[in-house]
């Protein structure tokens, strides 16, 4: 089995169990006996043991071969060989006794980053058998089908001549157009006075 896929299973065992603390170091520059060794804090014995259980099922029905597994009896510390894989699940007091980090960690694997790019190998292997579901059909087909949206036009009108129709130049209000003023006071009252005769000359008597 690819180094990453299993690795990937093993991660995958250990979180469905909720383990602790779990850490995966390269080992190819160190020992040429493995490739990865994780370690993986359990909070019982019962849990250190469903741990390692869950290993062996998962790594079983994916087509792993599991050479050997430690330490069920007690609890505290068991471990499963891989091949490729060493798995140590600890109790948190033996781990911070034994120190294996200090042994084997100086090259730490981020497997965050590693599940991913396994995840995506997966999937690009079983791109093609794939088909596509009936929601992103239907998403694609009514996007394809949509008539397209009529775009607002963003060119200006084009500037009025003199050849309008008559409606519309009739329709537009008169540019300097006269406004009537109310007239002043004294002009109204000179407008209503009646003329002053002049006065008529006296007769000689």
């Not at 299973?9 to 390269?26: C, G």
């Not at 997966?122 to 009936?134: I, L, Q």
């Not at 929601?135 to 694609?140: T, V």
């Not at 537009?172 to 006269?178: A, E, F, M």
Request: without cysteine.
């Amino acid at each position: 089995m690819e180094l990453k896929k299993l690795q990937t299973l093993v991660i995958d065992a250990l979180e469905d169990v909720k383990a602790q603390d779990i850490n995966v170091f390269d080992t190819v520059h160190l020992t040429s006996l493995f490739d990865r060794i994780v370690i993986a804090s359990g909070t019982s014995n019962r849990q250190t043991k469903a741990l390692a259980a869950s290993v062996r099922d998962k790594v079983k029905a994916a087509g792993g071969e599991v050479l050997s597994m430690e330490g069920e009896d007690t609890g505290e510390w068991v471990l499963v060989d891989l091949g490729d894989i060493i798995v140590h699940i600890m109790q948190p007091t033996i781990r911070a006794y034994y120190r294996l980090e200090e042994i084997w960690g100086d090259k730490e694997v981020k497997f965050g980053a590693a599940k991913r790019t396994a995840k995506k190998t997966d999937d690009a292997a079983e791109a093609p058998k794939r088909a596509v579901s009936r929601h992103l059909a239907a998403s694609q087909t009514t996007v394809d089908d949509a008539p397209a949206a009529k775009k607002p036009s963003t060119r200006k009108p084009a500037a009025k001549t003199g050849a309008e129709p008559a409606k519309k130049r009739a329709a537009k209000p008169p540019v300097g157009k006269t406004v009537k003023v109310a007239a002043s006071k004294s002009a109204a009252s000179a407008k209503k006075a009646p003329a002053k005769r002049a006065p008529r000359a006296k007769a000689a008597s």
